[in-house]
């Protein structure tokens, strides 16, 4: 124990010698317009409750009825007892929400991108990963154990590039994974060149709608529904903790995948089944979202109002853009200098840092809700613009990633595409979220620290070297989809 905790000391002060030590800012009340934050009142300007959901009377009455009609929790894990006739009607609805055939509730976002991209990939297949994807996403690459190609952020050419060269492969699935709307930049994957790529080779694809899903696209449907792609992928991810304004997350897809992910998704098999509230909840807002869609409005409408404001104040925003508003500062001690000044004046904008970001681009991610008034985006664009001055921060060198989606880094394209795609194993730091730093670079997961197969445990050695004529299974197969069920074969036998 000793050795331990000089270890997780030492860890700590690194942490905070380097600047990076977190801790949680306490809110009270709800995620509204406004909140105390540690006391303190303040425009809540970094909630992704983009929709004012989450305090919504008839949401809130919702959950609360759930509670006292199915409980709050749910038990066990969907595949034992854990499907409640509360999640069979969230699922029929989202699914007629997205026009797909079948759809499947998972506990969280990071669940659901986890197990699919587990169930969809595994060793001997290939992973391709836009490097700004989602860290459940990067997670759900190295949990896999397939390989993973992370090709450089939004840029086909390159996607292209490394499919041609894994395409020689004949053995292996393919899987291409993005985010639809990337969290901490606000902008959108080029979904239409995508869905071609993954057709010409054959790719499976999976597309992460968290931050478009009740706030893009048709009635809130999404960027794939806005773009007519909601037929073409294979698996379409939601969460119910944003726009919804609860906890959980969905698939959508068809039958057939969706059979396939409750036999092959680790995290849903494993994993006790979303709380009844928690459902409900997403329920009602999923109705107020169809039945009202002026929020939608509002939230565009206040994002326009915000980043008009912003331009004026001086910040390199444009008006026409994302409900995701970046402010990229640069440095991390001027993002939390910025965020402390603007929280002073009475606006809550966390600082996001690496490893969340990439280096030398920490920023604040503004958020604007459908709750807020155009006044509160002009007092917020005034609160940034007075607090960057007074830190002699010029305004004009801060804002928002200016990219193509066909040309990014087209300087170095040749070399780069021409340069043979490298191996690297994880780095072993906890705190290095794994961003994909490195483009081009194949990234063989190594089995540790997030190993959860059985296969290498004492329990699953036991098993095997007692295994006795009667046993009613085989030595199981590493990585294989159904290991989940067959562990629970050993554990019943
Ligand atoms: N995908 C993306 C793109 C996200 O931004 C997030 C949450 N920040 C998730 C997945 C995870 O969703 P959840 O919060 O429901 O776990």
Redesign the pocket.
């Known amino acids: 124990m000793g050795a331990a905790m000089s270890d997780i000391h030492e860890q700590l002060a690194e942490l905070k010698q380097l600047g990076r030590c977190r801790r949680l800012r306490l809110v009270s009340g709800p995620q509204g317009a406004t909140v105390l934050l540690e006391g303190k009142p303040v425009l809540l300007l970094c909630s992704?409750n983009y929709l004012g959901l989450a305090d919504h009377p008839r949401v809130r009455e919702a959950a609360a009825e759930a509670a006292m009609r199915w409980g709050v929790g749910a038990g066990a894990s969907r595949l034992v007892s854990g499907t409640m006739t509360i999640h069979r009607r969230l699922e029929e609805r989202l699914a007629a929400f997205e026009r797909r055939e079948a759809c499947l509730l998972f506990g969280?976002?990071?669940?659901a991108?986890i197990g699919v991209i587990g169930a969809l990939a595994g060793r001997g297949d290939t992973v391709f990963s836009d490097e700004l994807n989602?860290a459940?996403?990067i997670d759900g690459c190295r949990l896999s154990r397939a390989d993973v190609v992370v090709y450089r952020h939004l840029d086909v050419e390159h996607l292209e590039w490394s499919l041609r060269r894994h395409a020689r492969r004949e053995a292996g699935r393919r899987l291409i994974v993005t985010?639809s709307v990337f969290?901490m930049d606000g902008d959108l994957a080029p979904l239409e060149m995508i869905v071609e790529l993954a057709r010409a080779y054959a790719a499976r694809l999976v597309v992460?709608e968290?931050?478009a899903i009740g706030a893009l696209g048709p009635d809130g449907r999404g960027v794939l529904a806005q773009a007519g792609l909601h037929g073409e992928v294979d698996v379409l991810?939601g969460?119910?903790?944003k726009a919804l304004g609860s906890?959980?997350?969905f698939v959508c897809a068809d039958r057939e995948m969706v059979r396939y992910l409750i036999n092959a998704s680790r995290s849903l098999i494993f994993s006790t089944a979303p709380a009844p509230p928690a459902v409900a909840g997403a329920l009602a807002a999923l109705e107020l979202v169809q039945e009202r869609p002026h929020r939608i409005e509002r939230l565009r409408s206040n994002a326009r109002a915000l980043r008009a404001a912003l331009a004026r104040e001086g910040f390199a925003v444009t008006e026409e853009g994302m409900h995701i508003v970046p402010l990229i500062v640069g440095e991390e001690d001027y993002a939390m200098d910025l965020c402390q000044a603007a929280i002073e004046r009475g606006v809550f904008a966390q600082a996001i840092r690496p490893p969340t970001v990439p280096e030398g681009t920490s920023r604040l991610r503004l958020a604007p809700m459908a709750s807020h008034t155009a006044a509160d985006m002009r007092m917020a664009a005034a609160v940034l613009g007075d607090a960057a001055r007074k830190l002699g921060l010029d305004p004009a060198a801060i804002g928002s990633p200016s990219r193509a989606t066909t040309d990014a880094g087209e300087a170095d394209e040749e070399q780069e595409l021409d340069a043979p795609a490298r191996v690297a194993s994880p780095s072993p730091s906890p705190f290095d979220f794994e961003r994909g730093d490195s483009p081009a670079r194949v990234v063989s997961p190594s089995p540790r620290p997030f190993d959860f197969e059985r296969g290498d445990s004492p329990a699953r050695t036991a098993v095997s070297a007692s295994a006795s004529p009667r046993a009613p299974v085989g030595a199981p197969r590493p990585n294989a989809p159904f290991d989940g069920e067959r562990e629970s074969s050993i554990r019943a036998a």
């Open positions: 992704n969280s976002g990071y669940l991108n989602h459940s996403i985010d969290s992460d968290a931050h991810v969460t119910l903790g906890y959980g997350a």
